[in-house]
C-alpha cells in the first residue's frame, strides 16, 4: 500500500535532502548534499514519508481529500537551517559600545568601565521575563524569517541562580509558544560575577545551578567557557563534568582567543560539540576527528571584532573533523541572526565549500544540539521542516549575501512563513 499524504511540495527545481550517514559528516561526506534534480516531496503529519523525482510521485504516494499541493514554482527546498549556538535570551543591547570599539576603545577599557559582558548581565538581570519573552519572541520570528526552524539557545548572563533561571525558564517558555524546535543550554561558567569570588562562583555552578538545572530539567546541555582568563582547562572540566554526573550533555567554548587545550578536552569529555576553534591546532583536530566531536565555527563573531584569525576550516575539514556552522547570536560579538551571512563568511574567509556551508547549517548542525535523528535533513522519517528559497539554486544563498532568500518556511509539515512573512503562531 502506498503512504498517504497530507501535504505534497511539487516542481522542486532541486531538492537538497542532505541523505546519508547519521553520525556528524566529515571530509568528503560534507561535500554531498543528496540532491534531487526535478523533485517532490511527501509529508504526512509532521513528517516527511517520500522524496523523489517529480515523475514517480504519482506511483508512489496516494493523496486524500484534503491533501494540499504546494508548487514550488521551480525554486530549491532544503531542510530548515538548524542554529546550533545561540545566546538568544538577554537583556540590553550595545550598539554605544560598537560605535567607540570602531573609534579606537580597547575592549578591555569598556569593560573596566562596567561594559561588555558585565553589562549585558546587569541589563539581563533588570529585565522581568515578560520583557525577555517579547525580545525572544521577535528574535525567534526573525531566525523563522530567514529559514531557521531549530535554535539552540544558552543562558549565561545570568551569573545567579535566579537569572539563570529566568533566562532557561523564558527560553522554556519561548519552546512552547513558537513553531520552532528549540533546545536549551546551561552557561553558568560563562564569566565569573563581580559580586562573587572565583572559588565561590565556581561551587555555586557545580554545587547548586547544575544539580538546580537538571532537576527542574530546564536545560539538555551543559557548557563552559574555557579560555584564559575565564575557566582554565581544571576548572571546565570540573563544570562538564559535574554536568555530565546529573545527566548534561557537555558543550565547550574552545579555543576562541587564544589555543588553551579546549579542543583535546571536548575530545577526553566526549563532548556533543566544541564551538568557535579559531585557534585550534592539528593535535586539537585530530583530538575531535577521533572522538567524532562536531567542531562548531562562528566565523560572524570574528568578522564583527574586527580580528583576522578565521578558523581553519581546511585543515579541519582534511583531519575529518565534522564542522557545523552558526552564528553566535549574542550582543557582544554577532549581533545577527543571519545564518546565510555566516555561509558567506565560511566561503570567504575559511575557504569552505559551498556544499560543505551547507551540510554545517543543516545536518551537522543537527548533530552539534543532538537532534540528527529527527533534523537537518529531508529524508522518510524526518521532522518536515523546510524551506522553499526564491530561487532555482540553493548556491544564490552565500553569493547574493546581504539578501533573503527564503520564501516559505514549514515546521513540523506546518506554514510558518509565507511569501516572507511569518505568520501569526497558533498555539499547539
Ligand atoms: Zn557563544
Known amino acids: 500500500m502506498k503512504p498517504c499524504a497530507d501535504l505534497i511540495v511539487t516542481n522542486i527545481s532541486s531538492l537538497l535532502t542532505l541523505s546519508g550517514p547519521e553520525r556528524p559528516r566529515s571530509g568528503v561526506e560534507m561535500s554531498n548534499l543528496g540532491i534531487i534534480p526535478n523533485a517532490a516531496m511527501a509529508i504526512s503529519g509532521d513528517t516527511v514519508i517520500w522524496t523523489g523525482p517529480v515523475q514517480k ?84 520570528r526573525e531566525a523563522l524569517r530567514l529559514g531557521i526552524t531549530a535554535i539552540e539557545i544558552k543562558s549565561g548572563y545570568g551569573l545567579n541562580m535566579e537569572t539563570e533561571r529566568k533566562i532557561l525558564t523564558v527560553a522554556r517558555q519561548l519552546a512552547e509558544q513558537t513553531p520552532a524546535t528549540l533546545v536549551t543550554t546551561f552557561l553558568g561558567a560563562h564569566e565569573i560575577p563581580v559580586d562573587r569570588s572565583r572559588e565561590e562562583y565556581l561551587d555555586e555552578v557545580c554545587e547548586k545551578m547544575i544539580p538546580f538545572v537538571a532537576r527542574e530539567k530546564l536545560a539538555e546541555f551543559c557548557d563552559v567557557f574555557c579560555e584564559k582568563g575565564v575557566f582554565s582547562l581544571d576548572e571546565s572540566e570540573r563544570v562538564l563534568t559535574t554536568g555530565i554526573h546529573y545527566g548534561l550533555k557537555p558543550k565547550i567554548h574552545a579555543d576562541q582567543l587564544t589555543p588553551g587545550g579546549g579542543a583535546e578536552l571536548a575530545s577526553r569529555m566526549h563532548a556533543v560539540s566544541a564551538d568557535h576553534l579559531d585557534y585550534t591546532g592539528p593535535a586539537g583536530m585530530k583530538a575531535l576527528a577521533d572522538a567524532g566531536v562536531v567542531g562548531v565555527l562562528l566565523p560572524g563573531a570574528v568578522f564583527f571584532l574586527g580580528l583576522n584569525r578565521f578558523p581553519a576550516a581546511r585543515d579541519m575539514i582534511a583531519a575529518n573533523v565534522p564542522i557545523a556552522l552558526s552564528t553566535d547570536f549574542n550582543p557582544g560579538s554577532c549581533m545577527s541572526l543571519n545564518i546565510h551571512l555566516m555561509m558567506t563568511i565560511a566561503c570567504t574567509r575559511c575557504r569552505m565549500t559551498i556544499p560543505e556551508t551547507l551540510t554545517a547549517v543543516t545536518h551537522n548542525a543537527a548533530c552539534a544540539i543532538d537532534r540528527q535523528n529527527r533534523l537537518g535533513s529531508l529524508v522518510p522519517g524526518k521532522q518536515a521542516d523546510f524551506v522553499i528559497l526564491d530561487c532555482p539554486s540553493v548556491e544564490t544563498i552565500p553569493y547574493h549575501f546581504g539578501h533573503n532568500h527564503v520564501k516559505h518556511v514549514f515546521c513540523k509539515g506546518r506554514s510558518i512563513v509565507e511569501n516572507g512573512i511569518v505568520l501569526p503562531f497558533q498555539t499547539p
Open 57 to 140: 510521485l504519482a506511483g508512489a504516494v496516494d493523496r486524500h481529500s484534503a491533501t494540499l499541493t504546494i508548487d514550488a514554482e521551480n525554486h530549491a527546498v532544503l531542510p530548515g537551517f538548524v542554529e546550533c549556538h545561540t545566546h538568544l535570551v538577554f537583556g540590553g543591547t550595545r550598539e554605544d559600545e560598537f560605535a567607540r570599539k570602531i573609534a579606537g576603545v580597547p575592549y578591555m577599557q569598556i569593560a573596566a568601565e562596567g561594559g561588555g559582558i558585565k553589562r549585558t548581565v546587569r541589563d539581563t538581570r533588570a529585565a522581568s521575563e515578560a520583557d525577555l519573552m517579547e525580545t525572544g519572541l521577535q528574535r525567534i
